[in-house]
């Protein structure tokens, strides 16, 4: 009883200090999660973050079992591999992307890679950079629709690019390293 009110102060503490209206997080296997998006389409435009040169452009559309997203992200090292997650806080405002909390996880799964068994709604194959500092975004993230207000719902989330591939094994966050590009999705 008691973690649960502590849990819900703290997430009313935290909604209060933000500078956009915040998504509810819940990480608990036990919720309704929707299989189906309500939007055809959703976008993200990335800004630098941590004082990096980093920024691009996403859209992400549902398909199978989660949304896909494609784009372009420049800015990076020459031939770098990159992290690329959805985090729970739909908040860039931090200078080093800090605001936009940990991983999307509704469920409470370790991190993982996409497409095993266990890992955070969020989390999705790393991104590599060409020999212009160009990554052409091909990815998944499974377990997420677009729209509708599901517990698993990413409009409204962040999609932050990372200084570092993500070796998919290390908890919390597959030791991706700074947060060097942030952008929130929306909806259309």
Do not use: W
């Not at 859209?59 to 949304?67: F, I, Q, W």
């Amino acid at each position: 009883m008691k973690t649960a009110l502590f849990a819900g102060a703290s997430a009313l503490a935290l909604a209060a200090c933000a500078t956009s209206p915040q998504p509810e997080v819940i990480a608990s296997s036990s919720m309704e999660l929707a299989t189906t998006s309500t939007l055809s389409s959703a976008s993200v435009n990335l800004a630098a973050a941590s004082g990096s040169l980093v920024s691009g452009t996403l859209r992400l559309m549902p398909m199978a079992d989660g949304v896909h997203l494609t784009g372009e992200v420049g800015g990076l090292t020459p031939g770098s591999t990159h992290a690329i997650h959805i985090h729970e806080k739909g908040d860039c405002s931090a200078a080093d992307a800090s605001s936009a909390g940990g991983h999307f996880n509704p469920t409470g799964e370790p991190h993982g890679k996409v497409g095993t068994p266990t890992h955070h709604a969020g989390d999705m194959n790393n991104i590599v950079a060409n020999a212009e500092g160009v990554a052409k975004v091909d990815v998944h993230a499974q377990g997420v629709v677009l729209g509708g207000g599901a517990a698993n719902d990413g409009v409204g989330r962040a999609v932050v690019v990372h200084a570092a591939a993500d070796d998919y094994t290390s908890q919390p966050s597959g030791n991706a390293g700074a947060r060097v590009a942030c952008g929130v999705i929306r909806g259309g």
